[in-house]
């Protein structure tokens, strides 16, 4: 099976803008968690979707949302970039099957704000 | 919010030793997750743990879930250069909406080999 894609991998964006990424997931896979990555903080839970709903979010500002397709690829958008949104952002998926919370990552996608 | 304390945050080993690092949590997880990132990679799912006591291996890895729920350990025996990395542990805590997924992270362990 082809593991976790993410588009792009690497992003430079300027302050004030707004970004979109994009997490297909594993084949099969209904879950797609979203992590944010830095230096500072570690990896910070910022939401999961499945079966195109939002069923988990953690604690971020409304400028970061996200939503899923019917056939499981997802996207998150942040807008109103700011310079402390420069991180590596990390799609997951998962069977989500009943008690399975095994989470298989992507590569991530480099955001650069300047 | 909920934290995980990993330790030790680095370790410098010659190659053919052996390794050893721990997660430890203030709350009670039903699920220990270890994980390895390489640089510019995502992290990389090594072990999955769903019970308490449980211990698991995978190769020269093995994982335990803690007792208490509250802590998991990772060891890693004989290195070689290729265990090179980050590793995480990561916990996950019964949901309030059944299968929801949120991953708690360590702040990790890095392991540098030296030949």
């Known amino acids: 099976k082809a593991g976790v894609t993410q588009t792009p991998r690497y992003l430079i964006k300027t302050r004030g803008q707004q970004v979109t990424l994009s997490c297909s997931p594993i084949?099969?896979?209904?879950?797609v968690s979203w992590y944010q990555q830095t230096p500072g903080q570690g990896l910070q839970f910022l939401f999961e979707?499945?079966?195109?709903?939002?069923?988990n979010k953690g604690n971020f500002p409304g400028r970061f949302s996200g939503r899923q397709f019917s056939n499981s690829r997802s996207e998150m958008n942040v807008s109103t970039l700011e310079l402390g949104d420069s991180a590596l952002y990390l799609c997951?998926?998962?069977?989500?099957?009943?008690?399975?919370?095994?989470?298989?990552f992507g590569p991530g996608t480099r955001l650069t704000v300047t | 919010g909920q934290q995980l304390n990993q330790s030790p945050q680095s370790m410098f080993i010659q190659e053919g030793e052996d390794v050893s690092m721990n997660c430890t949590s203030s709350?009670?997880?039903?699920?220990w997750l270890w994980y390895k990132q390489d640089p510019g990679e995502g992290p990389v799912l090594l072990i999955a743990?769903?019970?308490?006591?449980e211990l698991t291996s995978n190769g020269r890895l093995t994982a335990q879930f803690g007792i208490t729920r509250k802590d998991s350990f990772l060891n890693i025996s004989a290195s070689i250069p290729s265990d090179v990395g980050i590793y995480f542990c990561?916990?996950?805590?019964?949901?309030?909406?059944?299968?929801?997924?949120?991953?708690?992270f360590g702040q990790g362990t890095r392991l540098t080999i030296n030949p």
């Open positions: 997951a998926s998962s069977s989500s099957g009943t008690g399975v919370y095994e989470q298989y």
């Open positions: 084949s099969g896979h209904r879950s």
């Open positions: 979707y499945f079966s195109e709903t939002q069923r």
């Open positions: 709350s009670i997880f039903n699920t």
């Open positions: 743990l769903y019970k308490a006591g």
């Open positions: 990561a916990g996950q805590s019964i949901p309030l909406i059944q299968g929801a997924q949120k991953l708690v």
